[in-house]
């Protein structure tokens, strides 16, 4: 069964950037598509961007578009989040998680595998 792994969460200043990491293991990502989702305390769950690993295709919500960036390594075994310009808003945990379909409407029940989570804060 896929496992999945976040790593990279911290604190950063507003206006800075980190990298998330999901790292697959007892399987590759080759056949999936992998999101990236976060929760804010008191909020739900929101997709924030995903991949199809197969394609490269991408999406991202509306909240961080043109700044934060998805990408894979080559050998589709992690999935990368590319966080910049962070706002205190952006603080949660985030979540990688792989499913089936990568579309703009970030349903997550179609997502199977999920990580344990990394939690990011933005604050000064």
């Known amino acids: 069964q896929l496992q999945l792994v976040e790593s990279g969460g911290g604190l950063v200043q507003p206006g800075g950037s980190l990298r998330l990491s999901c790292a697959a293991s007892?399987?590759?990502?080759?056949?999936?598509?992998v999101g990236w989702w976060r929760q804010a305390p008191g909020k739900e769950r929101e997709g924030v961007s995903c991949?199809?690993?197969?394609?490269?295709?991408?999406n991202y919500a509306h909240s961080v578009k043109g700044r934060f960036t998805i990408s894979k390594n080559n050998t589709n075994i992690a999935v990368y989040l590319e966080m910049t310009s962070l706002r205190p808003e952006d603080t949660a945990i985030y979540y990688c998680?792989?499913?089936?379909?990568?579309?703009?409407?970030?349903?997550?029940?179609?997502?199977?595998?999920w990580g344990q989570g990394a939690q990011v804060t933005v604050s000064s």
């Open positions: 998680a792989a499913g089936i379909l990568c579309d703009a409407d970030f349903r997550d029940y179609e997502y199977l595998y």
């Open positions: 007892r399987s590759t990502l080759d056949h999936y598509s």
């Open positions: 991949i199809t690993i197969s394609s490269g295709a991408t």
